[in-house]
């Protein structure tokens, strides 16, 4: 089977990849009100059966959107190296997390803004299973911050699962924040990263100045 420009449905398919970023964008700077298969097909350049060749619908395309998304997002977080070695820096590894959290939502607004946006994206409304794809990814954050309490870092009382979702309560607002351009003047988002990670471990537990040092450390690379 092929596509009706004569390509294979495969995940490497240009038209496919076209169609993809067009939907974020429009999804991201107008809204799924704007959005519609005759909308793509014309910005992309191909017919409206290449919509549902490579996706068999609207809500498939919009729900692969977030399936790539989560992957790209996910290939960033596994370039921190896990603090797994007796000598190693827990503290430092969450900064790092987070900041490779604010890198993606800085390179791929559109799709960020797919990933963690509203409901009722291109006509149906995102189940549990769709953002559970997003939540997943808490668990490398969630990891580093197990890390931090056996280190000795944080609190032992500190409870991992509640601690992941505030912050990353905290990543997100800073990042939509930061996209709208709210973020500005004497103290930019990597200085508002900054203080937001160190008083977060110092509330968990951490000493100040080393937790300070492990954030500089962590969001330098």
């Not at 496919?16 to 974020?24: F, K, N, T």
């Not at 009722?120 to 559970?132: P, V």
């Not at 009382?157 to 905290?170: I, K, N, P, T, Y």
């Amino acid at each position: 089977m092929s596509t009706p420009n004569g390509e294979p449905p495969t995940a490497a398919s240009p038209v496919r990849r076209r169609l993809l970023d067009e939907a974020a964008r429009v999804l991201a700077e107008e809204g799924p009100a704007a959005l519609s298969a005759r909308r793509l097909v014309k910005a992309v350049g191909t017919s409206t059966m290449a919509v549902y060749t490579h996706f068999g619908s609207m809500p498939g395309l919009v729900r692969e959107l977030m399936r790539e998304g989560v992957a790209r997002f996910a290939a960033r977080v596994e370039d921190v190296e896990p603090a797994t070695a007796p000598d190693a820096d827990p503290v430092r590894e969450l900064a790092g997390l987070c900041r490779v959290y604010q890198e993606f939502a800085r390179a791929e607004p559109d799709v960020y803004a797919v990933m963690f946006g509203g409901s009722g994206l291109a006509g149906f409304e995102l189940t549990d299973e769709d953002r559970q794809m997003g939540v997943r990814l808490l668990r490398y954050p969630r990891n580093a911050i197990r890390r931090c309490v056996a280190a000795g870092r944080f609190r032992a009382d500190v409870d991992a699962d509640l601690a992941v979702r505030q912050l990353f309560a905290q990543m997100h607002g800073l990042a939509r924040l930061a996209h709208a351009g709210y973020i500005m003047g004497i103290y930019g988002p990597d200085d508002v990263l900054a203080g937001m990670l160190r008083d977060f471990a110092v509330a968990a537990g951490d000493d100040p100045e080393r937790a300070a040092e492990s954030v500089r450390s962590g969001l330098a690379h």
